[in-house]
Nanobody, 124 residues
Framework: QVQLVESGGGLVQAGGSLRLSCATSERTFSGYGMGWLRQAPGKEREFVAGIVWNSGRTFYVDSVMGRFTISRDNARNTMYLQMNGLKPEDTAVYYC?????????????????WGQGTQVTVSS
């Protein structure tokens, strides 16, 4: 069973930055894809960013392009989401998730393992 633990959420003013971390129990995610997804109050969960672990190829939803950066540290088995230029509409619970294949990462159905989520609140 893969365990994912998010950290780094919090309250920040609009225009500020946060870095989310996702620590994993797996020694290697070779062959996996991973992603960050979020769910705002009253809205459906949505894809934010994804990364193919082996190649480092990244994907983003249009609304965060140029502001958020997803990355991974193989040695630490950790994935990150650097969020800059935060907006009130970025307020949501952010989830780390792992897919057992490195494709289709924009789709929520690709993800098999999920973290518990971390709250990000952006004040105006």
């Amino acid at each position: 069973q893969v365990q994912l633990v998010e950290s780094g959420g919090g309250l920040v003013q609009a225009g500020g930055s946060l870095r989310l971390s996702c620590a994993t129990s797996e020694r290697t995610f070779s062959g996996y894809g991973m992603g960050w997804l979020r769910q705002a109050p009253g809205k459906e969960r949505e894809f934010v960013a994804g990364i193919v672990w082996n190649s480092g190829r990244t994907f983003y939803v249009d609304s965060v392009m140029g502001r958020f950066t997803i990355s991974r540290d193989n040695a630490r088995n950790t994935m990150y989401l650097q969020m800059n230029g935060l907006k009130p509409e970025d307020t949501a619970v952010y989830y780390c998730a792992a897919a057992t294949a490195p494709s289709g990462l924009r789709s929520l159905s690709a993800y098999r393992y999920w973290g518990q989520g971390t709250q990000v609140t952006v004040s105006s």
